[in-house]
């Protein structure tokens, strides 16, 4: 009788191992997927993740009486207040964020055929006080004489940009290093001429050169660097009502 015992015992214990088996083993209508979640799922579970707001700023960078300047409105937020800031919005809902530069500009200051060139996202914590904005800079050349402002609202003005010293958020950082990239790029592409009018002199690009890089440039160096590149076309014309010796355009 014992005997018997042990081996219903043992016969017990084999059928649980069998059953134990089966039944921690995936069953035809689960798969490899079985341990995805749905995107509901992921945005309940992360919803502080889901709460963080995508800003653009815009750097707009104009050129007039030989000082490089910047485009600047009143910051419309009290912890701000009295003090600059660069142009910009929240990424809308159905916008991608691409587009959303060009609509800022458009909404603020009516132009819509300016260069746009991305620099850098700024993401801080902190740099907004109505909470977490991550932001992507954006930096512009426009030509100050020949493009009109069409809006003026908040005091929309252009400012020296060597005379900023403090603005609004961390918008002082996001020129800054929007005028490095603008640095980086002059001597390499050709997209200083959005600063100047259609015919000018080579007086007048070294001049504008000198106000972006800071610095004070060879005029017979220089002169040589733009003649390699091959960017510029002799009209056969030269300068007239200028206080010194007309230069060729």
């Not at 015992?5 to 016969?11: E, F």
């Not at 909404?107 to 907004?128: A, C, N, P, S």
């Not at 050349?141 to 809006?151: A, S």
């Amino acid at each position: 009788m014992q005997n018997e015992y042990k081996n219903i015992n043992r016969i017990s214990k084999t059928y649980f191992k069998i059953i134990y088996f089966y039944l921690t083993q995936p069953t035809p209508s689960m798969s490899k997927t079985s341990n995805l979640k749905t995107a509901e799922l992921e945005k309940i579970s992360h919803l502080d993740y889901f709460n963080i707001a995508v800003s653009v700023d815009c750097v707009i960078f104009g050129y007039d009486n030989k000082e490089l300047k910047v485009l600047l409105i009143k910051s419309d937020l009290e912890e701000f207040t009295g003090m600059w800031s660069l142009l910009g919005d929240l990424v809308r809902p159905d916008e991608n964020i691409e587009s959303a530069p060009y609509r800022v500009l458009k909404e603020r200051t009516g132009l819509d055929d300016v260069f746009l060139d991305q620099v850098y996202t700024f993401g801080d914590i902190g740099r907004h006080p109505s909470g977490r904005v991550i932001t992507t800079a954006y930096y512009s050349l426009m030509d100050i004489n020949h493009h009109k402002l069409k809006l003026t609202h908040n005091e929309l003005h252009w400012h020296k940009v060597n005379d900023l010293k403090k603005l609004a958020f961390d918008h002082k950082r996001i020129l800054d290093r929007s005028l490095e990239r603008l640095r980086e790029q002059v001597m390499e592409h050709p997209i200083i001429f959005n600063l100047l009018p259609e015919k000018f002199s080579l007086r007048e690009l070294q001049d504008l050169y000198q106000a972006i890089l800071g610095v004070d440039l060879d005029r017979r160096n220089f002169r040589k660097k733009i003649a390699h590149k091959d960017w510029l076309i002799d009209l056969d014309e030269m300068e007239d009502d200028v206080p010194h010796r007309p230069g060729k355009l």
